[in-house]
């Protein structure tokens, strides 16, 4: 695998297309749209389950044949808000009409049908402190395995104040040998406050087969199809990224890595 750092293309517009095919792998799809008030983004699923997340802006949407109506509740991802999200099941469409200048974010994995387009939050969805000291952090779980909203899909937020730690002590799920490790594709969609600065992220095996560590700038996506991947908010620069997982099985089952395991004693 190569080429796990994916810069956007432009500022405007549908600024990345992830599909399984570009990536190498096998489930996790992502999209990110940068709108401006009246710009149209829509898509039809097929076979695939897809959750909008509206990272920031207000925005018109639709899906499954019903209009949700205005959604969106923050102007910029880090007023810490709960996020609007929806769900959009295999075999619908969808279509966003831009209120604001606004981020959307298109998180697709395989679905087997069966569930209604709904809307997935900001109910349901409250801000949770993960960590202690600098591994502290502060999580949205949008689509987690508690929540049965989806077939494939795990979704969270999660933000990384300055001169902390995240996804980390290192962590891995790359095996499919349930209940002790799942095997998740994921995708890290980055952004940084200020957004000239930049934050870290390592993806790297235990057996040195992979090891990338990358300085990701603002709207920047990482993949990560296996290996442990700690992220590193820099002094002076808080980070958020928007994770989506999926692989053979929806469940979140990792192992950390043994160096590591002095941190938990």
Request: net charge negative; aromatic share 8%; glycine share 10%.
């Amino acid at each position: 695998m190569t080429d796990l750092l994916r810069k956007p293309d432009g500022t405007r517009g549908q600024t990345h297309a992830i599909t399984p095919e570009s990536a190498g792998w096998g489930y996790v799809g992502f999209d990110l749209w940068r709108l401006s008030p009246g710009d149209v983004a829509e898509a039809q699923t097929g076979g695939r389950e897809a959750i909008l997340v509206l990272v920031e802006g207000h925005a018109r949407l639709a899906a499954g044949g019903e209009d949700f109506g205005l959604m969106g509740d923050r102007m910029t991802v880090f007023d810490r808000k709960p996020p609007h999200c929806l769900y959009v099941p295999p075999g619908s469409d969808w279509r966003t009409v831009a209120e604001t200048d606004c981020t959307l974010a298109v998180c697709t994995a395989p679905g087997q049908g069966g569930r209604p387009a709904r809307r997935l939050g900001p109910e349901g969805i409250e801000l949770e402190e993960r960590g202690t000291g600098t591994n502290t952090r502060y999580i949205h779980n949008i689509a987690m395995e508690a929540r049965d909203v989806a077939d494939s899909l795990l979704v969270t937020e999660v933000y990384t104040p300055g001169g902390h730690w995240s996804s980390y002590p290192p962590h891995r799920h790359d095996e499919d040998d349930f209940p002790r490790i799942t095997h998740l594709e994921e995708t890290y969609y980055h952004r940084l406050d200020p957004a000239r600065g930049f934050g870290l992220q390592r993806v790297f095996t235990e057996d040195g087969s992979l090891d990338e560590t990358m300085a990701v700038a603002d709207h920047d996506v990482v993949l990560v199809p296996k290996g442990h991947h700690p992220c590193a908010a820099p002094h002076g620069i808080d980070m958020y990224y928007l994770n989506v997982m999926a692989g053979p099985r929806r469940n979140w089952r990792f192992q950390a890595h043994p160096d590591f395991d002095f941190l938990s004693a």
